[in-house]
């Protein structure tokens, strides 16, 4: 069961470690990935916290060397916060002891439940899956596809004199770079583009569904051939060069390629549907009533 606490510490960590560069002179033992004062994470810790993210975030980190790295940076980041709470004894405060309490009768109750709910090992049979392969086919199409690369220069609405004179000055440079024989895109997207995870990795953005690109960038693609790189686009945010690396025409994929898809959907809605069983047979059982005079009473009050 994925811990949402656990991702939620994970992401807000991640927004404030960017800047956090480990020392290159000092050697770490092979089992371990990283260290801040005398704190280690060790590969077993890695795995755990890749075992508790959602199973979408867990796979997109193992797949981006950025994001694994920027994980291990926010836990150690916060095993040095976890080590000022124990050295402040934080969580002894009465409302930290709450708060604490709340998350562990939710997690155990959400824990208790799925127990309760999963479903059996052998669900969906290769007949179900069929089944509904088949039923739902339409809904399966993949659309239109690109596989992207940008050169990202910041520029935002109503900035200021200094900001445009050095955002004009990058444009001006990528443009100059761009105009010569055989430009290298992603030399050029790694020393000018603003956006630092696809710089990282030549401008590289990925694949991305057409219907998600923004219409202002979509309308160039299909004047794009692949490997040409369009004009610089102005938009909201600032400016945005972009390489067309590859593409995929809208397709259905076969059941060997969504088998694994389907049957997690198909799981997850038989566990939704043993939950909604379980509870309605538990409520049947100890019958739920609520005191309308007194709560509308407090309610009331908390108005007031």
Known sequence: MPNRN???SFRILSAVVLWFVASPSVVLADDVVGKIGTTEIKVDDLKA???????KEAAAVAANPNLMNQLVRS???QKLVLEKVRESKWDEKPEVKSQIQRVIES???????????EPAEAFPSEAELETYYNTNRASLLVPRQFRLAQIYIALAKGADAATKEKADGKLKSVKKALAAKAPDFKALASEFSDEKISAGQGGEIGWVAEGEIQPEIRTQLPNLKLGSISEPLKLDDGWHVIKVLDSKE????TLGEVREKLRQQLRSEKLAANTKEFLAKMLSDNPLV??????AQELKKLGQ
Do not use: C, K, M
């Not at 809208?250 to 994929?253: A, K, R, Y």
């Not at 609520?290 to 709560?295: A, G, P, Q, R, S």
């Open 107 to 117: 997690t155990l109750t959400e824990s208790y439940l799925r127990a309760q709910s």
């Open 290 to 295: 609520i005191n309308e005079v007194t709560l």
């Open 75 to 77: 836990l150690l980041v």
């Open 49 to 55: 916290t890749l075992g508790n993210l959602g199973s």
């Open 250 to 253: 809208p397709n259905t994929p």
């Open 6 to 8: 656990h991702s939620q």
